[in-house]
């Protein structure tokens, strides 16, 4: 049960597709919440379709946040999100609204509610310097030589980045090579947050869930998914950039300069999405082990859960500090 100084903050996760999105607005009918959006491309704007952002309808229904804050050229990390959400929620409260951390991205959740690691005490230009040097060798040479690198000097990383996203491979070698430090050793001085996450997920039959990412992205290309990437780059956005190595964005990307044909691309972007679930969920198991799974698709039976929860740990905190 949370303390009284710890206020509890509801955490909603699930692997992409899972419906979480639905189920916030749902439970925005039932409690006067707000969403913190946990999602490491919604923060892009112009990358709508790719990243199934809440709708302009979803998002009148329950306000959220950290969704379009940057440029598809800048970078963000885990930790510049922990910090700017941390100092939203009490002004939330304040407001007489319930936060409400919806998302997938295991990393923005992990820095939010299990403590903070403050990139500032570290020599920020020096760390600029490799990143610019790291990024050139990334366009030059591709990921695969310096995910090698990371393996030699930070093991531990290049285990949680098996992935190969090669913002975050970057950013764990430019710490190591400014410092001489493992990134993933430093990681370890966290400070806690404030409050207390109530971790609720939604977790469906495999075969079900892999149903669900399929058609999703069959919805997206009929939603112009095609025409949107289209457009990123009409606009001069170099195709290489970290944002754009999206699942969903980069083989769109490969088919408009024909390497493959548009029905390899839908097939690829399904299988890297649901290799995604899988590692989204092996993540949760890890870093979220307390979480109470509901296993339903129905996002009205989800909030009604998580509201009735809710509920039930508010009218224990009150009667034990009564």
């Known amino acids: 049960m949370p303390a009284p100084d710890r206020p509890p903050v509801i955490v909603l996760l699930g692997p992409t597709a899972s419906g979480k999105t639905a189920a916030a607005v749902a439970l925005a009918r039932r409690l006067p919440i707000e969403v913190i959006s946990a999602d ?6 112009l990358m709508d379709i790719g990243t199934a952002k809440p709708t302009a309808q979803q998002q009148q229904q329950c306000p959220h946040h950290f969704i379009d804050i940057i440029d598809i050229t800048d970078q963000y990390s885990a930790g510049e999100f922990a910090t700017a959400a941390r100092s939203l929620i009490p002004r939330l409260r304040e407001r007489g609204k319930i936060p409400a951390i919806v998302g997938g991205s295991g990393l923005y959740i992990y820095a939010l509610c299990e403590g903070i690691f403050d990139f500032s005490r570290y020599p920020r230009k020096k760390i600029a310097e490799y990143r610019a040097k790291l990024e050139k060798q990334w366009r030059e040479q591709g990921i695969t030589p310096l995910y090698e690198k990371l393996q030699q000097v930070d093991p531990v990383a290049a285990r949680r980045y098996a992935d190969r996203n090669p913002r975050r491979i970057i950013r764990a070698l430019e710490f190591y090579l400014a410092t001489g430090v493992p990134l993933s050793r430093a990681q370890q001085r966290r400070q806690p947050p404030p409050f207390q996450p109530l971790y609720f997920g939604i977790k469906l039959e495999r075969s079900r869930l892999y149903e669900r990412i399929n058609n999703r992205v069959y919805d997206m290309i009929d939603q112009g998914l095609v025409a949107e990437v289209q457009n990123i780059l009409n606009q001069g956005y170099d195709p290489t950039l970290p944002a754009l190595q999206t699942m969903g964005y980069k083989e769109i990307i490969d088919y408009l300069e024909n390497r493959i044909s548009l029905e390899a691309a839908i097939a690829q972007i399904q299988r890297a999405t649901r290799r995604y679930a899988k590692r989204q969920q092996t993540w949760f198991k890890k870093y979220a082990p307390s ?23 508010l009218e224990a905190q009150q009667k034990s500090t009564a």
Do not use: L, V
């Open 291 to 313: 979480t109470f799974w509901i296993e339903s698709e129905d996002p009205d039976a989800i909030a009604e859960i998580i509201a009735n929860q809710y509920f039930r740990i």
């Open 40 to 45: 490491s491309r919604q923060i892009y704007r």
